[in-house]
């Protein structure tokens, strides 16, 4: 079955960086989109970025837009989340998804797989 599992996750100063983690098993993701979203302390799971496997076209959350990276190794079948100029509404816990679909890629009940999540604490 498929496996995500989350890492790079820790406490960062405001302004500081951090790089996430996911790797992925248990079957080819080819034609997958693979996302990341985030639960802010006492809100929803939110939208944060996407790639699509194959292609490696990326789509952000307007939030993150030109603070944070999506890539992924196809070798090492592995997305990284790289968060830059980070803030302290950035603080959340981080989560990994992957889905076959081609539609609601927005929202997290357009994902099929996800991990155990990763949190990410910026302090101001």
């Known amino acids: 079955q498929v496996q995500l599992v989350e890492s790079g996750g820790g406490l960062v100063q405001a302004g500081g960086s951090l790089r996430l983690s996911c790797a992925a098993s248990g079957r080819t993701f080819s034609g997958y989109a693979m996302g990341w979203f985030r639960r802010p302390p006492g809100k929803e799971r939110e939208f944060v970025a996407r790639?699509?496997?194959?292609?490696?076209?990326?789509y952000y959350a307007d939030s993150v837009k030109g603070r944070f990276t999506i890539s992924r190794d196809t070798a090492k079948n592995t997305v990284y989340l790289q968060m830059n100029s980070l803030k302290p509404e950035d603080s959340a816990v981080y989560y990994c998804?992957?889905?076959?679909?081609?539609?609601?890629?927005?929202?997290?009940?357009?994902?099929?797989?996800w991990g155990q999540g990763t949190q990410v604490t910026v302090s101001s």
């Open positions: 998804a992957a889905t076959g679909r081609r539609f609601a890629l927005w929202v997290p009940a357009g994902y099929d797989y």
């Open positions: 790639i699509n496997w194959s292609s490696g076209s990326t």
